[in-house]
């Protein structure tokens, strides 16, 4: 049996039309929360200017993908109803699906990578009640997805893509439309975070139509810049290896209907470290009470790196999602510190004497600096025995001064965050 498609446009034709987005806001009245867009204090401060939040985080699913999820499931055909729906996802669009799902009364089948957390798993069962069939398969994205294609072929269901479709992408355009409606004052730019790119696409067609000069600036993470390589290299391309951390928004292929959108609304795009999400994660929580997942702090990472620019200027940024998985934790205060230049991995080669150590702390270790990781193991065939030491320091500059008083107490070391691959091998 063939796959149940619908007939679509060619990619490089299609631009959401203003009366398919206003369309879709209709049809996401009753099902989809106008998310506040408030003014951020601490940001405006810091970069003088006055910057915007856009809180999809607060969305019944606390992301806005239920927007395109729900309007491309709502323009299903009554055959298409009755055959049901299948997707392939380990995150937020399972949950818009699922969340759909239950909503329209439709049977959907969600097929999950077999390492998705526990916790999102459940959410996507609890969204989706006795409408949704969740199916854990494979240990990747593209293991899900294939079987999720398996199934459409199968069974004639219709594939609900995460994000290329004009359906999903006029559904994720109502974010920009309420943007204009909630503010009075011209807006001069708009972070927007960039997985495949169905929300930027969307946003970023209502805005141009209604506000040209507005600049749409897309951020992605910088271990999977799929689009800003799409863009530069004028075709849409697949990267071979992405850095998966930021997993609401690193894919290795864009879809073709995002692209040929984004080729005509996006005037930048920023790639953003790993390291600097997950220090505005934390920021976001311990100065504003805001948990984003790192997808949801792209936006506000990106802010710095477009410092000078924004001075003066009515800024909002995208806050896409908030389910982050509390396990993550310790992993994203890992990442910030080292990205901050305040945590330090060493091998440290120990004569094995009594009070080595104690020399190590007395005489090497500042009175800011703190010893967060040691494994060490004697080796009585050797004078020396090494052992592996992770220092957290008060502030960057002070990385300098520990160096010289290793070397000026005759320690031998081996600095780890500069050899990438021993150093993920050992921590």
Known sequence: MKTNKEKQSPPNSYFPKIEDILAAKLTLNNVVETTPITRNRNLSTKYEANILLKREDLQSVRSYKIRGAYNKIKSLTDEQVQAGIVCASAGNHAQGVAYSCQMLGIDGIIYMPSTTPKQKVNQVKMFGQDKVKVILTGDTFDDSYNAAMDECIKGGRTFIH??????????????????????????DYIFVPIGGGGLVSGLGSYIKHMSP??????????GAPSMDQSL???????????DKFVDGAAVQKVGDYTFSICQKVIDDIILVPEGKICTKILELYNYDAIVVEPAGALSVAALEFYAD??????????ISGSNNDITRTEEIKERSLLYEGL???FIVRFPQR???????????????????????RKKTSREKGPALVGIELQKKEDFNGLIERME???FVVEYLNDSPDLFQYMI
Do not use: M, W
Request: proline share 5%; charged share 35%.
């Open 162 to 187: 995460p994000f290329d479709d004009p359906k999903i992408i006029e559904g994720q355009a109502t974010v920009g439309l309420e943007i204009l409606e909630q503010t009075k004052d011209k807006i």
């Open 232 to 242: 530069k290299q004028g075709k849409v391309i697949e990267l071979k290896e992405i």
């Open 408 to 410: 000026a107490n005759g």
């Open 213 to 222: 000069e507005t600049k749409i600036i897309g951020v992605e993470p910088k």
């Open 309 to 318: 620019k924004i001075k003066g200027k009515n800024v909002v940024c995208i």
């Open 343 to 345: 945590k330090h991995y």
């Open 354 to 376: 009594t009070g080595a150590l104690r020399d190590f702390v007395d005489k090497v270790l500042g009175p800011g600096d703190d010893i967060t990781h040691f494994e060490y």
